[in-house]
């Protein structure tokens, strides 16, 4: 079975339809375990007392809004070459999925930075990359919005989608870029000698679980939902030519 079958609207709704109530019962099973926790059964820091215990949301978050941004180009990119209409209403289901990840990861940023840095705001390397893509997100959605042919709107925002993909990139990697700036480096890292603490790290594996599967769970709605809406679409259309 090749997975361009998945490709097919009527194909993936029957796929996506029995998925669904699985993925969405281990997203709350992984959501309230990581949080409860995370939240209520970890100590606080030493140096950072209880507001580390924000990274059970800013890290989950801040990971999702970049690879929401990375699943978005490689769906751009399957439609720009294999033309299936199901990868462009995916890019497009996602976009607002992406967005709302960035925004949370910019306000626990903010209020993770203020007790440590001093400031609710720096124009770190990584944070203003990390804004700029927030500004990538909103004009990917105002471009599916403003263009009236879908076909069009896919075409010019999976070209957008390769722009910001540049500040995708930059968001993931501009500490190590540049050596300079407030933000830590990365949290958790294969090519690091040492992670956070176990008492933190154990219960930030099952969030970012529950994340990934929280942006799996809406994407799939969202996709249902745009593959009804040009089915509708259709149909209208077809009943005022008739």
Request: charged share 15%; proline share 4%; hydrophobic share 55%.
């Amino acid at each position: 079975m090749s997975i361009w079958e998945y490709a097919n609207p009527k194909r993936f709704m029957q796929t996506s339809a029995w998925a669904l109530p699985w993925v969405v019962g281990l997203t709350v099973l992984c959501l309230v375990v990581g949080l409860v926790w995370g939240f209520f059964f970890t100590p606080d820091d030493f140096r950072q007392g209880s507001t580390v215990k924000i990274i059970y949301l800013h890290v989950p978050s801040a990971m999702m809004a970049i690879n929401a941004w990375v699943m978005m180009l490689v769906t751009s990119l399957i439609w720009i070459v294999r033309r299936h209409h199901v990868s462009a209403l995916a890019a497009k289901a996602a976009a607002p999925v992406g967005l709302t990840f960035t925004l949370i990861a910019l306000v626990t940023g903010a209020l993770w930075g203020q007790p440590m840095w001093g400031t609710w705001w720096a124009w770190d390397p990584r944070l203003t990359s990390f804004l700029i893509l927030t500004l990538f997100y909103l004009g990917y959605i105002a471009l599916w919005a403003a263009i009236e042919d879908p076909d069009t709107a896919a075409d010019l925002t999976s070209i957008l989608c390769l722009v910001g993909s540049v500040f995708a990139l930059l968001s993931r990697y501009a500490v190590n870029f540049w050596n300079q700036g407030l933000h830590q480096g990365a949290s958790l890292s294969l090519d690091k000698e040492e992670n956070v603490s176990d008492v933190f790290w154990l219960p930030l594996l099952v969030c970012i679980a529950g994340f990934v599967l929280l942006f799996i769970t809406l994407v799939l709605m969202r996709t249902r939902t745009e593959i009804r809406a040009r089915r509708l679409a259709a149909l209208l259309a077809r009943e005022r030519v008739g």
